[in-house]
């Protein structure tokens, strides 16, 4: 069974900083991995999608990495600011989902980034 | 678009009440899925839907029903609703498993 570990639970840092987040899964297989952004008390926002063909993914100040072998993804967030404090969440498809391409969710880490 | 929208935002119901979430979908998604989110934990999946008329359960179905007789609505239903169900519920699509989407979220407490 697919287990999403993501830590730390919890990181606070200060503006203007560069941070790293971590996602890790115990099955290889996997089809794509997706890095979500969740503000208190609202929905997931999509952030990044990676195929498990790719190596990374950027967009903006972001960055998301997936290295399949070793069941590791980060996401870099380049000069954080406070507008980036929220939960992160990662996902990942495995490729023995073949209907419903159902994702296993990891439990998130709270970011906070103080002014 | 309105990307996926749910209703209600909040509800509380006591114990035995039955209630019906609603999710709906402007992108032509055929995938719809329901999870529920308990306080600092990750997301749990109730049920999904591949297509219309099509649903199948999730990890942690016991307690729910759910049809899907068009492509855009997929309601979650709570037939008997007990504390345990107290959780956020969020909605997701998606196009064949690409990048799912997702509601807002209903929040429900259960008295």
């Known amino acids: 069974k697919q287990e999403v570990t993501q830590i730390p639970a919890a990181l606070s840092v200060p503006e203007g900083e560069n941070l790293v987040l971590n996602c890790s899964f115990t099955?290889?297989?996997?089809?794509?991995l997706q890095w979500f952004r969740q503000d208190p008390g609202k929905g997931l926002t999509s952030l990044l999608l990676i195929q498990s063909s790719q190596r990374e993914q950027t967009s903006g100040r972001l960055n998301a990495s997936l290295d399949k072998s070793s069941g590791r993804s980060t996401l870099y967030i380049a000069a954080s600011q406070p507008g980036d404090s929220a939960t992160y969440l990662c996902a990942v498809r495995p490729t023995t989902e073949t209907s419903g391409s159902r994702l296993t969710f990891g439990e998130g880490t709270q970011l906070t980034v103080n002014p | 678009n309105a990307g996926v929208t749910q209703t209600p935002k909040f509800r509380i119901l006591k114990i035995g009440q039955s209630m019906t979430l609603q999710c709906t979908q402007d992108m032509n998604h055929n995938y719809m899925y329901w999870y529920r989110q308990d306080p600092g934990m990750g997301l749990k999946l109730i049920y999904y839907?591949?297509?219309?008329?099509?649903?199948d359960k999730g990890e942690v179905p016991n307690g729910y029903n759910v049809s899907r007789s068009t492509t855009e609505d997929f309601p979650l239903r709570l037939e008997l609703a007990a504390p345990s169900q107290t959780s956020v519920y969020f909605c997701a699509s998606s196009y064949s498993g690409r990048g799912q989407f997702f509601g807002p979220g209903t929040r429900l407490t259960v008295l």
């Open positions: 099955d290889s297989a996997i089809y794509n």
């Open positions: 839907s591949v297509g219309a008329g099509i649903t």
